[in-house]
């Protein structure tokens, strides 16, 4: 299924993650991973690694925002999730977005 994010972005994003060695596995979610995106849609992406320092969350997040994407990215931490409806959505619709041994 189609996510409607070019090469170019996938690829932005892919080096702002790899920029990251604790982030092992990124799950895409919400309306691009299920295929009901429209031009504008946000990036949803659930990082699930429990590793990954509040800190180490915030620099990603600073990086993607800074980045030319011309999308909104959310990031959330899956481990860190405490509203379960949350979780059940990206369990449920979640595709693999990334994973660091795809670089290695």
């Not at 995106?37 to 600073?62: F, H, N, P, Q, T």
């Not at 379960?84 to 977005?97: A, M, S, T």
């Amino acid at each position: 299924m189609s996510n409607g994010l070019s090469n170019r972005s996938k690829s932005v994003i892919d080096s702002v993650l790899k920029g990251f060695p604790s982030v092992g596995r990124v799950l895409l979610f919400g309306s691009r991973a299920k295929g009901s995106y429209y031009a504008g849609s946000d990036i949803d992406l659930a990082i699930m690694d429990e590793e990954v320092s509040d800190k180490e969350l915030l620099a990603i997040r600073s990086e993607l925002e800074e980045s030319d994407l011309p999308y909104f990215v959310d990031v959330v931490h899956y481990p860190s999730i405490r509203y379960q409806p949350l979780k059940e959505h990206i369990d449920r619709v979640g595709v693999v977005f990334y994973k660091k041994s795809d670089f290695n």
